[in-house]
């Protein structure tokens, strides 16, 4: 078996479109953004900046901008996006029948 | 002969059955089942059956003498209750039938959503011939239709039922129609065709319950709301039909799992359609399960044959509507997208590409250009040679590209600059010429180019600057962002003039440069609105900046800070009291005074913000907006009552104040004091609104600072009484209001427009003042709620609350 973990988080309609929820599992807070066009994905809820809450941001495209100094992430890769440099860890993150399963390494998930 | 028995007569196997015959007449002996109680018929064209402009007889694809010339055993009118895999063995209600090969294609069942009242007569679905017929039949002029769910399928029946005369509300989830092939500017411009045709369309409505006794008689709405209705269609989506597929023991994941064969599980049983499942996508299109079907024959005549989806285009089958989408059209970091938009003729089109290809399209109103995208699309075209004009379509390649400069310079004088006066390049030349023009504004004043719908104003500017040569100034003008070529002025004009009255509204309808706008003009925007529509204007939260979303400031540690009012910062033994057991109930990290005389409570996270605000409001207290760009805080000092040298009511005029302003929405954020005299101890003179007592009455000062600039007010006038204090202030933050680009503070704006414009507005014309004050008092009827409040009671709480994952595995 893999290593990783798929979890049922709820459904598409429990993350407002263009918005977040923060996820927390096993000890990790995990930002799970959906998109305007209901496409779903999940980064460590830290900016690579100074930690700032990236699902209080505003999203817009696929890209976040974090509520704190407005380094803008996207969401697609976890990487702060013009000139600033870093990058917030990602997770895997599929919508099956509506429903949202994130999948957390086992590994990880285990250690924290 | 082998035994093919077929499961659905649909447009998939029928398509399917026309390819085997093809190939090989002889190979098998055909049973067909069909649930419905007739053959294949086109299914997509009932749209235009409910609609009238097509008859049932009209969409037949294979009639009776079809199925004879082919032998077909038809079962119509006959369900199939179960496939025995081991007998190979299929079994309708009328008796069994064996097979060789199977092949099941059972399409897909409308979703039912799970709310009350969905079984009551009058409730119909919209897949089948009789569920058209069922709308035709309900279909009397002047009854009420609802239609849940504003996508493709709910669309078309909305049309079709409004052609037969009916009124038609179309009720829909999300925010604007058609999400899933649609942007939001093209949504925009088709609600705004289909409203012009009668239709009402509600966005963001929720569906509680259909009402009714004996059958249905209206549409219950989340918010409260109630629609009346004689019929109710559910359009809200379809899932694949595999009941018996799943109860047989094929492989079913939320359709059946077929390979690229389009083999199911099972060897001999295959599947295709609406009902199967391949790499994880699902259908809803008949253009892949045309595809199917032709691999369908090949695997069932022993030819080798590979499935392989490819991309999807969608049009809307409405009659004015037109509207194409194509690929993936959302953005992405490494994705550029390029929009032309004609707020004139009411078209749209975006393009979006990634690295050198185009990946997605989406257009409105002019879409002859899609089917060249859609090739560009499914090629993978290399497009880098054509980037520059490959927006204008096909017509326009070719040519070698220029810098927008010597384009225009290029231009004859009769060329078209601005669609919406019909102002050619010749009469702006010619008037910059003669008249001596230098800026735009002035070109604007003269000739009307560039005065409707602003879009041409880039082209504009450019055709003075190529007029005037070195004399050409450049562009003092500051545009709002990079979406546009408006200025923050420009717009707000633009949203008034035309009566904008909502973002995708002010988007298409200025032609903005982008699909959704950014992180800077959204919130701009969204201020516009509320401030010039408060009465019809549905706030975008998602607009808006993490304060102004969740009421609270976030900290550094993304914790939040809680600051209820202290109405011209006075309090009470019993209010501070309650706030020293709040704060120890919840244990507050921090209690701070503020600079702004009121109790600052840190650190607090998201998830107790409501728990918190429930206590204060118990308590008396509400939000004092210290997160807003709205009313801060209105500091007074003690005044007539106690102070030696007090010479009015400072703080009961403070108090007065704060309450009049708490809740408005303002460009910036807005301060106020009261001082009791010119000694001044609440700091009047350093706020965007300040009134110094004086003994003769109030002396109204307005653009101070004391952040990031110091700067002292400046005297707007003298009024004797305090109701005069109270209109006149009312009124200026009005004008600001009105008046003001976002982000930018009274200070600003008033070193902008002129103190004197402000004066001459509100102090030397006495109507003029009413009518601001006039106007204030509307919008802060809507806006005099309190936003913690209404978050106790349950709004958003979806904002408040993280999900806590107690590990519950999903199906590995
Ligand atoms: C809490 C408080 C400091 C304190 O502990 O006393 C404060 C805290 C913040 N101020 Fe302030 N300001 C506070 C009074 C002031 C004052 C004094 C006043 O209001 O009398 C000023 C100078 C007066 C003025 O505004 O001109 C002030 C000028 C600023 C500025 C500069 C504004 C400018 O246009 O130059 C900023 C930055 C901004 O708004 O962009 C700012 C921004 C902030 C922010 C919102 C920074 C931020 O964006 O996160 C701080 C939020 C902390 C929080 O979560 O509450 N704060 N800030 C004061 C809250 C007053 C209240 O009760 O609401
Ligand atoms: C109003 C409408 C408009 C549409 N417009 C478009 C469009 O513009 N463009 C487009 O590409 N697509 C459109 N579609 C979708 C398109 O019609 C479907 O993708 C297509 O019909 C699916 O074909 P299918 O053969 O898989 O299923 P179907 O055509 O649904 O056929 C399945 C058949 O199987 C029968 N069946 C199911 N279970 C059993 C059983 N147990 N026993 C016997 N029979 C059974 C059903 O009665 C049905 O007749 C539209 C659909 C509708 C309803
Ligand atoms: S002065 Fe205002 S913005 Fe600066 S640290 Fe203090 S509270 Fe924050
Ligand atoms: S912490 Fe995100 S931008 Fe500073």
Known sequence: MSDAIWYVIGSLADIPARGARTVRIEGLEIAVFRTADDHVFALENRCPHKGGPLADGIVHGRKVACPLHNWVIDLESGRATGADEGCAVEYPVRVDAGEIRLCVPAARAAAE | ??????????????????????????????????????????????????????????????????????????????????????????VGTEGEVAYDKLLVATGSAPFIIPVPGKDLPGVVAYRDLEDTNAMIEAAKPGARAVVIGGGLLGLEAAAGLRLRGMEVTVVHLMGHLMERQL????????????????????????????????????????????????????????????????????????????????????????????????????????????????????????????????????????????????????????????????????????????????????????????????????????????????????????????????????????????????????????????????????????????????QCTAKVEQVLAVTLGDAFKGSA???????????????????????????????????????????????????????????????????????????????????FSVVPRMWGGLTTAAELKAIGEIAEKHQVPLVKMTGGQRVDFLGIPKERLTAIWKDLNDAGMVSGHAYSKGLRTVKTCVGKSWCRFGTQDSMGLGVKLEKLMCGSWTPAKVKLAVSGCPRNCSEATVKDIGVICVDSGYDIHVSGAAGLHVRATDLLCHVD???????????????YREDAFYLERVYKWTERVGLDTVKAAIVDDPASRRAYHERFLVSQKVAQVDPWAERVAGLEAQEFTPIVIEPRLAAE
């Not at chain 2, 294979?62 to 209750?81: I, L, M, P, S």
């Not at chain 2, 600059?417 to 019909?422: K, M, Y």
């Not at chain 2, 009484?721 to 004008?735: C, H, I, P």
Request: hydrophobic share 40%; charged share 25%; with cysteine.
């Open chain 2, 183 to 454: 942007d939001e500017a093209a949504g925009y411009l088709l609600r705004k065709d289909l409203e012009k045709r009668g239709i009402t369309i509600l966005t963001n409505a929720s569906t509680k319950a259909i009402i009714g006794s004996g059958r249905v008689e209206g549409v219950q709405l989340d918010d409260g709301r109630t629609i009346s209705a004689d019929l109710v269609v559910m359009a809200v989506g379809i899932r694949p039909e595999t009941t018996i597929a799943r109860a047989a023991g094929l492989e079913v994941a939320r359709g059946i799992v077929v390979t690229p064969q389009m083999v199911t599980s099972d060897p001999d049983v295959l599947a295709l359609g609406e009902c199967v499942e391949f790499q994880g996508q699902l259908f809803g299109l008949v253009a892949p399960l045309y595809d199917q079907a032709k691999v369908v024959a090949a695997t069932l005549t022993g030819k080798g044959a590979s499935f392989a989806p490819k991309e999807l285009s969608t049009k809307l089958k409405v009659t004015g509507c037109d509207l194409f989408s194509a690929g993936d059209f959302s953005e992405g970091s490494n994705r550029e997208d390029i929009v032309l938009r004609d707020p004139a003729r009411g078209v749209y089109r975006r393009v979006v590409l990634e690295g050198d290809h185009v990946i997605g399209a989406v257009m409105y109103g002019d879409t002859a250009e899609g089917s060249w995208f859609f090739d560009l699309i499914r090629d993978k075209a290399d497009v880098s040679a054509m980037r520059d004009t490959l927006i204008f379509g096909q017509a326009y390649q070719g040519g070698s590209p220029l810098d927008p400069m010597a384009a225009v310079a290029a231009l004859p004088d009769e060329a078209e600059i601005c669609g919406c006066n019909g102002v050619c390049k010749g009469t702006i030349v010619a008037a910059v010429k003669d008249k001596g023009l230098t800026t735009l504004e002035e070109v604007r004043a003269v000739t009307k180019a560039s005065a409707s719908c602003g």
């Open chain 2, 721 to 735: 009484t305090e109701e005069e204090a109270l209109e006149v202030s009312a009124a200026v933050l009005q004008m």
């Open chain 2, 1 to 90: 002969m082998k035994k093919l028995v077929v499961i659905g007569a649909g447009m998939a196997s029928g398509r399917a059955l026309e390819h085997l015959f093809e190939a090989d007449p002889a190979a098998y002996e055909v049973t067909l089942f069909n649930a419905e109680p007739r053959g294949n018929y086109n299914r997509i064209m009932l749209s235009p059956v409910l609609s009238g402009e097509k008859s049932y007889e009209e969409i037949v694809t294979h009639d009776d003498a079809w199925y004879a010339a082919n032998k077909v055993t038809c079962r119509f009118g006959e369900r199939v209750t179960a496939i025995d895999l081991a007998r190979k063995v299929v």
């Open chain 2, 477 to 559: 003008r500051k545009t709002m962002c990079k979406c546009t070529d408006l200025t923050h002025g420009e717009v707000r004009e633009f949203i008034r003039s035309k009566s904008l009255k909502s973002i995708p509204a002010v988007m298409q309808e200025l032609g903005w440069k982008t699909s959704c706008g950014c992180a800077s003009c959204r919130p701009a925007l969204n201020y516009y609105l509320v401030c010039d529509f408060p009465e019809e204007y549905q706030d975008d939260g998602r607009s808006r900046f993490v304060n102004e979303r969740l009421h609270a400031n976030i900290q550094k540690d993304g914790t």
